[in-house]
């Protein structure tokens, strides 16, 4: 599963932590908003060490599709219904400074990631969908921004109406974000690689945070910048998780540089970019519940169909899947951790994951700095509480119902039939087993029991990771955890053991 991202930008290495360190704060998670969030500490005077799993803008920030813009998934009209219009105006005008902040840290770092300042549209296909479109453009509006009427031949979709805002942007996430791990580093910041964070605990007026070799960061603050937040936190059961499907491919023809989105459910998002002289398309939609039982080569393939009924392209060069979390009201989750002290969170961005990412930076930043920021009430997690531990706790028994149906569900107990390239979840010797037989027809079998709480996990064709559909934790055929809450790896389980 390659991106462009990752394709053509190059790998980091930075060691792993194998002591004990100390820091004025420590953040886990190397993506944009893990690294943004450490520069910008960093810049404000504050000693940063940052710990990431695996390898920098590896994780969600290389599979973005890498839109940075201010139309936003919770749609203006909604938000102002839900939040008053002043809210609304400081969401949109949070949008615009996360651009701006995008523009500075490049030109200040002399960092490229084929950042370009596009138009961005919204399109109707239908009337239901022109509707909600007015809607929109009129809610935009009252807030001040400038919408345009497109000129229909711009869009490269059959429609019936669009508007158009102008200065939206597109960026390469991965390159910006390697490019200001650089400048970090070069100013003293530290980096971990390969360091994996199973927990955090207060220590008196510090926090431990410690990793699974067994070392650990002791630091005054923690910033959780890991898509989702790790350790317990009823938070986690109240966002909803999604797999969206992208696709990039070679264009037939030159096409109109912009942002492009319908108002479908889920709705498709399409941009452009340059890949060697040669002009792209990126494509992505047909989000489902991360770990449905739908097939998600399924959703890839009406997202393929969707592409070359509608966009000219050649071929399909690239194909990914990206897991996406909403809050219950589609506004993120950023600031201080209503669970954890001297804790800060940063989730709930749904598909605007670049916006929010610089936005939550900013916002943490300033929190942990300075102790308030005007946009503190406006994303501050705590105003889902106390209802959402409530329900959380409901949620809770919903997930041990999901767990022991799925138990009893699974009736299968051989891999004989199994084609090479394929997996299923087994019972076998009392032991739930996820097994994946590959192209050599060699078997990979771990528990089926995610690590985080206990949900039988599923299979995803698409990416060949097993993915959890309770909170969205993702792990490798080998068990290794790719995204959490999880933060343990799948048991091994040697089904043949007997044998
Ligand atoms: Fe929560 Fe799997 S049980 S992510």
Redesign the pocket.
Known sequence: MNTPWLKNTEETYYPPLKEDLNADVCVVGGGITGITTAYLLQEAGRRVILLEANKIATGVTGHTSGHLTSFLDAHYHNVISSFGELKAIQLLYATLLARETVEFLMANNAIVADYERVPAYYYATNDDQVNHLKKERNAMDQLGAITKDADLTDIPFKCKKAFRIDNQATLNAAGFVKGLTKAFVEKGGQIFEQTRVVNFKEEGEQIRVKTEEGSSVKAKYIVQATHIPINENPL??ELKNHNSYVMAGESGEDVAKGLFYDFAEPYHYTRNYEENGKSMFIVGGFDQKT?EKLSDQNQMDKLRNFALENLNIKEMNYSWCSTLFTSPDGLPLIGKDPIHKNSFIATGFAGDGLTYSIISAILNTALITKGSHNWEELFDPKRLSPSTLKTAVNKGVT?IKH?VADKFGISETTTDDMKPNSAKVIHKDGENVAVYKDENGELHTVSAL??????V?HFNNVAKTWD??????RFGIDGKVLA???TEKLESINIFKEQ
Do not use: D, I, K, R
Request: with cysteine; glycine share 24%.
């Open positions: 986690q059961l770990g997930t767990l995610c690590t985080h709480m206990g949900c996990v959890c559909g309770c909170h969205g934790s959490g809450p999880a």
